[in-house]
């Protein structure tokens, strides 16, 4: 651990590389902030409080460790009135798997299973036809011209991979990626009130759809991952009311997990592909190095740039003091441009070991890794055997976000 100090410099000397990364500018290349805040240490004071954490080891050790906890219900109840954590949404989100801890955490996680390798081959399958569907479709539109990849590909499959697994209506998949959209924004690090108002608005309408579908699927169970949930619950829980509210939960997460993250993924991935001729041609020729070349967008761009962590006791990290209670948070996407971890770590390389915190770690290790894999190799598979290349007509825009990443269009045409 070494021996703890006290920061060479107080938190403002930290807000205007934070204001930067609210920008435009800071949205669509954080990286160069990201390089000025690991400059000042691996962990550094936050302008609103807490600490931020840009060094691999020190987010690796976070994650890895129990000492450090999701910030639960417990814990925004203790928090002032009137913060993002006492929003209706957040709330609600303290309630799903991913911020609970343990014993709460281990009986919530035990019941929602896991995808094994038969599950996930069962979906793949679905995943490739889906996949080679929306191909079609972008195929047809790019002989005329231009066409926005992101919204006829990377944000439909997601949803219709999580939403045929749930056997959600195929009507009610726009809506419902919608509002994961609006959602978000109560996870991101500083959302504004017209921004965390979305999100409550969002949250309120994603309860009422799934506590009916929860009512439904146990009025009417199939062999449904919702069903199966239902009787695992009833296995744990004597009280049926809370039984159903702890599936609505368990539904609410992966919808939100499944779709957001994974389409940024989707993204990312494919604008790594078509801004450089060079990387199309050496995967096209190569398509064993697929698996690493997704590997590498998550960590190259990961979609989750930010997690955040509870101190439960006293501690150094980094060579600093944290105390109980204090918040950090963990700025992966900086730590994986961590020359002490990565050679070159702003170079793109598809042959590099994979090496990523993109998922999380420890026991909020991400239950759905292995179906966004699936998704972002199916995807990228068929891309460059159907398809001569593409390449980007103009830069992206980007979501005004800091946590959560989102390409809002990705433009491309045929080289």
């Known amino acids: 651990m070494g021996v703890a100090t006290t920061p060479s410099y107080d938190r403002r000397a930290s807000a205007s590389l934070f204001s930067r990364l609210r920008t435009a500018g800071g949205q669509a290349d954080p990286f160069p902030v990201y390089a000025e805040l690991l400059a000042r240490g691996e962990v550094v004071p936050a302008p609103w409080g807490g600490f931020a954490v840009t060094g691999f080891a020190a987010c690796d050790q976070v994650l890895r460790s129990r000492q450090w906890l999701e910030p639960d219900r417990e814990w925004r109840e203790r928090q002032d009135a009137g913060t993002r ?10 309630h799903t798997l991913a911020a609970l801890n343990s014993p709460d955490h281990t009986k919530a996680r035990r019941a929602a299973g896991t995808f094994d390798r038969g ?68 996870q991101e690090l500083l959302p504004s009130a017209s921004q965390l108002a979305l999100s409550d608005a969002a949250t309120a ?39 159903d509210e702890a599936v609505y939960f368990l539904v609410l997460f992966v919808l939100l997990a499944a779709l957001e993250t994974t389409a940024t993924l989707l993204s990312s991935m494919t604008l790594r592909l078509v801004e450089s001729p060079d990387r199309w041609d050496m995967v096209a020729d190569n398509p064993d190095l697929v698996a690493g070349f997704v590997e590498e967008t998550l960590r190259y761009d ?36 961590d020359p002490a ?34 998704e972002a190799q199916t995807l990228l598979r068929q891309l460059i055997r159907r398809l001569p290349r593409l390449t980007l007509v103009r830069p992206p825009s980007m979501a005004p976000r800091v946590a959560f990443r989102r390409i809002l269009n990705l433009d491309v045409a045929l080289a």
Request: aromatic letters at 6%.
């Open 85 to 94: 954590w006492n929003a209706p949404s957040s709330r609600e989100m303290s």
């Open 205 to 243: 309408e994603l309860r009422t759809y799934f506590t009916d579908l929860v009512r439904e699927r146990r009025s009417r169970p199939g062999d449904d991952p919702v069903s199966r949930w239902i009787r695992s619950w009833d296995a744990i829980e004597p009280d049926r009311d809370k039984a």
């Open 341 to 374: 971890r990565h050679k070159d770590p702003d170079r793109f390389d598809p042959e590099r070991t994979p090496d990523h915190l993109a998922f999380s770690g420890g026991i909020h290790y991400c239950l759905g890794a292995p179906l966004a894999r699936v």
């Open 302 to 337: 990961p979609p989750t740039h930010v997690i955040s962590r509870i101190a439960s006791q006293d501690s150094v990290l980094g060579g600093i003091e944290i105390r109980r209670d204090d918040m950090v948070h963990l700025m992966v996407g900086a730590a994986h441009r």
């Open 119 to 186: 599950t996930v081959e069962r979906i793949g399958r679905n995943v490739d036809r889906t996949a080679d569907r929306l191909l079609d479709v972008f195929t047809e539109r790019i002989r005329t011209g231009e066409a926005d990849f992101s919204a006829l590909v990377c944000e439909e499959l997601p949803v219709a991979t999580i939403g045929d697994w749930l056997g959600l209506p195929q009507a009610d998949w726009p809506r419902l990626r919608e509002l994961t959209h609006d959602q978000v924004f109560t």
